[in-house]
């Protein structure tokens, strides 16, 4: 331990550094910018004071990326803390960046025994990492696009937004595309639509007599000419559009189940029932591979948010749902909950308890996603894949179930 600590409040161009020794003096105030020379300026500056502990709120990016890598340790403390926390330095409501670097550095030196250093994962699971959630971001924005292209057919062109199913689906798409206007389906029969379906590999799980009923039965459109062109136009460059982000999400989804199937704890989570290599990849990616991580299976819990909170005081105790959380893990976590539930006679049964007493059901599965985090804790820690015939709980149900 050098003496000192450092605080780093993070900002888009520039940062401001604030460096106290143990007894919280200010050592040193500056300001360093975004840019190669000021990382590398920033990183002369501390090593001036040894290697002090640094305080940040943002526990990932490219400055956490080269203050690890200079050896430094990097301390995340939750911006919910620094906000609850300012109080106690100032009564007034004010704040600047300056302020808040010598808060975080001061934070640390009072109160570091509270936080964790940030310990840096391997380079396939922030690779793993990078995948999933830029996959992620592609489906948000692939539901964002087919939002706009429906709302954009009902105003004109409603029987191509009810056709199919899913209008983001490949065949979907590729009909607004050879489509857009009704007065491109005009002389649309079933034959025309047998072959295009045929084309396009359609599942047939509807005739095409329905499809094109549906087609048929839709309100026709009171657009002017011109106002229809232009609609056609713009409803097949969101098609186009639409159909690149599925291109490079398969491409994306290929990439990440190859690349989870190679990792040891990939293959771990890959174990519980009906986790696939997408989910999994998704639960490794949050979690990560350091086991000192997670103190218990409640830490793991919390930090997913499929624990709630319990205020009580007195003879009063209310219970909450828990908003501040890790929600990528949350939405992995629930989505193997929800998908285990098929394949787990244990599963179900918690999910089932959890409907009987009157829980729907997003409150059913992070019930069920709870009791699946001491199992996933267990065999993260033992480094063991899941075994249903050591899982006690799952034991002592089946014979109640099957008998």
């Given at each position: 331990?050098?003496g000192?600590?450092?605080?780093?409040?993070?900002?888009?161009?520039?940062h401001?550094?604030?460096?106290?020794?143990e007894?919280?003096?200010?050592?040193?105030?500056?300001?360093i910018?975004?840019?190669?020379?000021?990382?590398?300026e920033?990183?002369r500056?501390?090593?001036?004071?040894?290697?002090?502990?640094?305080?940040?709120e943002?526990?990932?990016?490219?400055?956490?990326?080269?203050?690890?890598?200079?050896?430094f340790?990097?301390?995340?403390?939750h911006?919910?803390?620094?906000?609850?926390?300012?109080p106690?330095y100032?009564?007034?409501?004010?704040?600047?960046?300056?302020?808040?670097?010598y808060?975080l550095?001061?934070?640390?030196?009072?109160d570091?025994h509270?936080?964790?250093?940030?310990?840096?994962?391997?380079?396939?699971?922030?690779?793993?990492?990078?995948?999933?959630?830029?996959?992620?971001?592609?489906?948000?924005?692939?539901?964002?696009?087919?939002?706009?292209?429906?709302a954009?057919?009902?105003?004109?062109?409603p029987?191509?937004?009810?056709?199919?199913?899913?209008?983001?689906?490949?065949?979907?798409?590729?009909?607004?595309?050879?489509y857009?206007?009704?007065?491109?389906?005009?002389?649309?029969?079933?034959?025309?639509?047998?072959?295009?379906?045929?084309?396009?590999?359609?599942c047939?799980?509807?005739?095409?007599?329905?499809?094109?009923?549906?087609?048929?039965?839709?309100?026709?459109?009171?657009c002017?000419?011109?106002?229809?062109?232009?609609?056609?136009?713009?409803?097949?460059?969101?098609?186009?559009?639409?159909?690149?982000?599925?291109?490079?999400?398969?491409?994306?989804?290929?990439?990440?189940?190859?690349?989870?199937?190679?990792?040891?704890?990939?293959?771990?989570?890959?174990?519980?029932?009906r986790a696939?290599?997408?989910?999994?990849?998704?639960?490794l990616?949050?979690?990560?591979t350091?086991?000192?991580?997670?103190?218990?299976?409640?830490?793991?819990?919390?930090?997913?948010?499929?624990?709630?909170?319990?205020?009580a005081?007195?003879?009063?105790?209310?219970?909450?749902?828990?908003?501040?959380?890790?929600?990528?893990?949350?939405?992995?976590?629930?989505?193997?909950?929800?998908?285990?539930?098929?394949?787990?006679?244990w599963?179900?049964?918690?999910?089932?308890?959890?409907?009987?007493?009157?829980?729907?059901?997003?409150h059913?599965?992070?019930?069920?996603?709870?009791?699946?985090?001491?199992?996933?804790?267990r065999?993260?820690?033992?480094?063991?894949?899941?075994?249903?015939?050591r899982?006690?709980?799952?034991?002592?149900?089946?014979?109640?179930?099957?008998?």
């Amino acid at each position: 331990m050098s003496g000192y600590f450092a605080g780093l409040d993070w900002a888009s161009t520039t940062h401001a550094v604030c460096i106290i020794d143990e007894h919280g003096g200010v050592q040193r105030e500056f300001e360093i910018a975004h840019t190669a020379a000021g990382l590398s300026e920033l990183v002369r500056h501390l090593k001036r004071f040894g290697t002090p502990p640094i305080a940040i709120e943002r526990p990932s990016g490219l400055l956490v990326d080269t203050l690890v890598e200079a050896g430094f340790t990097v301390v995340p403390i939750h911006p919910n803390v620094v906000k609850a926390t300012r109080p106690r330095y100032r009564s007034h409501g004010a704040k600047s960046d300056a302020s808040d670097a010598y808060l975080l550095a001061d934070l640390l030196r009072t109160d570091g025994h509270r936080f964790k250093p940030l310990a840096p994962q391997s380079d396939e699971l922030r690779a793993l990492r990078a995948l999933v959630r830029g996959r992620d971001d592609l489906l948000a924005t692939r539901v964002q696009l087919a939002n706009q292209l429906h709302a954009l057919l009902e105003s004109f062109w409603p029987g191509a937004a009810e056709i199919f199913a899913d209008i983001a689906s490949p065949i979907a798409v590729a009909f607004i595309e050879r489509y857009p206007t009704p007065e491109a389906a005009a002389r649309l029969g079933p034959k025309r639509l047998a072959a295009f379906c045929a084309q396009h590999a359609y599942c047939g799980r509807r005739p095409i007599e329905e499809l094109l009923a549906r087609l048929q039965r839709a309100p026709a459109s009171a657009c002017a000419e011109l106002e229809m062109e232009a609609k056609g136009e713009l409803a097949r460059a969101l098609a186009r559009t639409l159909r690149g982000l599925l291109e490079q999400q398969r491409a994306l989804s290929s990439r990440i189940e190859h690349h989870v199937a190679e990792l040891e704890d990939g293959r771990l989570l890959m174990s519980f029932p009906r986790a696939g290599r997408i989910c999994a990849a998704q639960l490794l990616a949050e979690i990560g591979t350091v086991r000192e991580r997670f103190t218990s299976e409640a830490h793991l819990a919390a930090e997913a948010g499929v624990a709630p909170l319990t205020f009580a005081s007195g003879k009063s105790k209310a219970v909450a749902f828990r908003f501040s959380c890790n929600h990528r893990l949350r939405a992995a976590l629930t989505c193997l909950a929800d998908n285990s539930r098929h394949a787990s006679p244990w599963a179900a049964a918690v999910y089932a308890r959890a409907r009987a007493r009157g829980c729907d059901h997003p409150h059913a599965t992070r019930i069920l996603a709870r009791a699946w985090t001491r199992v996933i804790w267990r065999a993260w820690q033992d480094r063991k894949p899941y075994d249903p015939t050591r899982h006690r709980a799952a034991q002592h149900l089946v014979p109640t179930i099957t008998g």
